[in-house]
């Protein structure tokens, strides 16, 4: 698996940002959002129970990392028509305002190293990528668990702080400062 600082895998992914299928459909690649931080988050497949809890929680917290010139994109290994039907049938999902990326050929998620060898599907992991591309954070959880969206932005704040960052760290505390 592919881990901090070491450089995020190029990907140009088909994306569904919508729910009409007109213009449910984009491409998107590392150039899309050149020069932003990114938080790019996996799933391991759509219409199932975990995962839009999480992909929610992002949703409501959109604007937050919006605030802090950070692009969120969720992921998963299921189509971009799959990720279509599930946010046309899914109240929580229907107007998220971040793109679902389609891996269906697990590209991105095998050069990350993030196929579960057991079920086959990309495992419940959160990139933090740098406006170099570089990986500053990774996190991956059991299939079962979700993640913690406040962690996220915790860890990104301190991220773009630049500082030291004592355990627990929040946003506005001090920072560490070596004599």
Request: glycine share 8%; net charge negative; hydrophobic share 40%.
């Amino acid at each position: 698996m592919l881990g901090v600082g070491q450089k995020f895998p190029a990907f140009n992914l088909k994306a569904t940002v919508s729910t009409d299928i007109n213009d449910a459909f984009t491409d998107i690649s590392n150039a899309t959002y050149n020069g932003k931080w990114l938080v790019v988050f996996f799933w391991p497949k759509d219409f199932t129970f975990v995962c839009p809890t999480e992909i929610e929680a992002f949703g409501e917290k959109n604007d937050d990392f919006l605030h802090r010139k950070t692009q969120v994109l969720g992921a998963s290994i299921d189509s971009e028509f799959v990720h279509l039907a599930w946010r046309q049938n899914n109240n929580g999902i229907k107007n998220l305002p971040f793109p679902m990326l389609s891996d269906i050929k697990r590209e991105l998620s095998e050069n990350l190293g993030i196929i579960d060898p057991e079920a086959g599907v990309a495992q419940r992991a959160t990139y933090i990528v740098d406006p170099d591309g570089l990986i500053r954070f990774v996190s991956v959880t059991d299939l079962n668990v979700g993640r913690n969206v406040e962690e996220v932005l915790r860890v990104l704040d301190a991220l773009q702080n630049g500082g030291l960052c004592p355990c627990n760290w929040q946003k506005g505390q001090e920072t560490i400062k070596v004599a």
